[in-house]
């Protein structure tokens, strides 16, 4: 029988360490065991902790309830508010583990420009960066890109044709609307340098007037791009489970403008020497992971309603690595 571990003990932490500014509004997972019982990670002692936004708190109840099963006694702090408090959390070794994104590490925390559109090539940039500046050891990365994207509703896609941004360039300017939030309208790797690359200058009468951009709450972009009102085409980001549940069609970016945002686990350096075992139990965790699948899991939590700690144990229950 599974049963939910109490977050007394984690809250109490949290409440210690709530001086560092990291809090977390969760602190439960599921208890459970590895298959045949062993246990590589007895005696060990890890904080996990991970952002706010339903894919980290996900891929936070999964580490910690995988490494828990491992013998390690964990510490769940996941669901931090921001992305500062987990991160800089993790800078103060206030905690172990944390899944982290290629193209934040590049752009957010590091003030890169270059665009490296190779996935591996950037992961070992920020690699060596993390490993040199912070002594923070960026794992193989997961098979899942979640980065940005623009979409189509798949009647408003097969109506105009498209299937790449560059097919929407070559629409009449009257198609070319879209929907974006304002972080993504004002980020330096965001729109308007994408119109740019793809030959649509704003407020251009050829390329893409102003009113031609309706700016709206990130939530609110998803159901008006299925609807195709105001937008033919809106912002979203490729893991989330609504692009599967609302039919939308995800463009492909032909000239690779967006960075990769592969998922990463990311250990404290002074951990991973301590425990190399976490190499290989963090790869198990990561290779099973695509965007496909994060769809998946993240629709279950932002449109079932289900609890991300019930979501992390039932897909390591389904994929048989824990017991």
């Known amino acids: 029988m599974r049963s939910i571990r109490a977050g007394s003990i984690a809250l109490l ?34 904080v996990v902790t991970s952002k706010s936004f339903t894919e980290g708190v996900l891929l936070g109840k999964i580490t910690a309830t995988y490494l828990a099963a491992a013998g390690a006694e964990v510490t769940d ?57 912070n002594n923070l050891e960026w794992l193989p990365p997961a098979n899942f890109n979640d980065t940005y994207a623009f979409a189509a509703s798949t009647p408003t896609a097969q109506r105009l044709q498209v299937k790449s941004l560059s097919d929407v360039a070559a629409l009449p300017v009257a198609d070319r609307t879209f929907c974006v939030d304002d972080e993504f309208f004002s980020r330096s790797d965001g729109f308007l340098p994408m119109l740019v ?5 704003y407020n251009d009468p050829n390329g893409l007037p102003a009113a031609n951009v309706t700016r709206m709450d ?56 301590e425990y190399p075992q976490l190499r290989a139990l963090l790869g198990t965790i990561s290779e099973r992971l695509t965007d496909q699948l994060m769809q998946d899991l993240n629709g279950r939590v932002d449109i079932d309603g289900e609890d991300p700690s019930d979501v992390a144990y039932d897909w390591l229950r389904g994929e048989k690595l824990v017991g």
């Open 77 to 133: 702090l996941t669901g931090a508010p921001g992305s500062a408090s987990s991160r800089q959390a993790q800078l103060n070794g206030d905690a172990d583990i944390l899944w982290e994104y290629t193209g934040t590490g590049w752009v957010n925390y590091h003030n890169q420009t270059e665009t490296i559109v190779d996935p591996h090539e950037l992961w070992q940039r920020v690699h060596d960066i993390e490993k040199r500046d």
């Open 218 to 273: 990130a939530g609110v972009v998803y159901p008006a791009t299925a609807k195709s009102a105001p937008c033919n085409f809106g912002m979203v980001y490729t893991t989330d489970g609504r692009v599967k549940n609302l039919g939308l069609s995800v463009l492909d970016d032909d000239k690779k403008f967006f960075l990769p945002y592969s998922g990463t686990a990311v250990v404290r350096g002074a951990i991973i020497e």
């Open 13 to 46: 932490v949290v409440t210690l360490l709530a001086g560092c500014g990291l809090v977390s509004s969760s602190g439960t997972f599921h208890d459970s065991s590895l298959p045949d019982g062993a246990r590589p990670l007895d005696g060990a002692k890890l």
């Open 197 to 201: 690359k793809y030959g649509m200058p």
